[in-house]
């Protein structure tokens, strides 16, 4: 069997997004930089799945693929019923606005605006969002709705940045590196309101780190490596949060 493929069945049914085989090749010049080398895997709905993979794994370019910010070269991806790799730029788009959350490393907050002028950016948009007030209360953010980005702490910008990406009630959460530039304990609360989201809202979440102990709070760890799967674990039991170290 090859390493690099996690046997799924052809569409499982509680299965949200699926890839077979998915490649991505990148040209510089004359040489060729094979980011992916036909990665097959199933994302499940409700599951917290963490990918792993060192800088340069292919993790970020994975997640890319998946939430529709990038095609891969080869191979094919699945949203439920709906193929995404021949999908048109315009159904695209609609898949990442109506479906997907994103959550980077670097908050992408507008600093003109205040937390809630931020989130509700996105509610103005989604067909069914959650109200913009609520949701920064379900990030422990009610005492900071009137706060600029420039007012709050690297750790309340995240939040507030989750907060964005849950309002339009998404089917997946895609977060990448969303503890990198954060310190420890500041990490570590806003790992708690990821976990509690996917737990109370039941929303399908995959976060991508480098960071080994996060894998713990995971239902399953995908680890990859120079772009292949390279080792698929379930665990147990989640970890909780707050009892992580790193």
Not at 1 to 29: F, I, W
Not at 41 to 51: K, W
Not at 62 to 82: F, K, Q
Request: glycine share 8%; hydrophobic share 40%.
């Amino acid at each position: 069997m090859n390493p690099s493929k996690e046997t799924t069945p052809a569409t499982p049914p509680s299965a949200v997004l699926v890839g077979r085989d998915v490649s991505k090749v990148y040209r510089l010049g004359d040489v060729e930089v094979h980011a992916l080398r036909g990665v097959s895997l199933a994302l499940q709905a409700g599951e917290f799945v963490v990918l792993l993979g060192a800088s340069g794994s292919g993790k970020s370019t994975l997640l890319n693929i998946l939430g529709g910010l990038d095609v891969p070269s080869g191979g094919e991806v699945l949203y439920r019923d709906h193929v995404l790799t021949t999908a048109t730029d315009r159904e695209l788009t609609r898949y990442r606005r109506e479906h997907v959350g994103f959550v980077f490393q670097f908050f992408n907050l507008l600093p003109s605006l205040t937390a809630l002028e931020n989130v509700e950016l996105v509610t103005e948009i989604a067909s069914n969002p959650l109200p913009a007030a609520d949701v920064l209360g379900r990030v422990g953010l009610t005492d900071r709705l009137h706060h600029f980005p420039a007012q709050l702490s690297g750790g309340e910008q995240q939040r507030v940045a989750i907060a964005r990406a849950l309002a339009k009630r998404p089917d997946i959460l895609l977060c990448d590196e969303p503890t990198g530039s954060l310190d420890y304990p500041t990490g570590k609360i806003v790992l708690e309101v990821l976990e509690r989201a996917n737990r109370e809202l039941g929303t399908l979440t995959v976060v991508i780190t480098h960071n080994a102990a996060i894998a713990a709070m995971a239902d399953r760890v995908i680890r990859i490596s120079s772009g292949e799967i390279v080792d698929v674990r379930h665990n147990a039991a989640r970890a909780r949060p707050e009892d992580l170290s790193w």
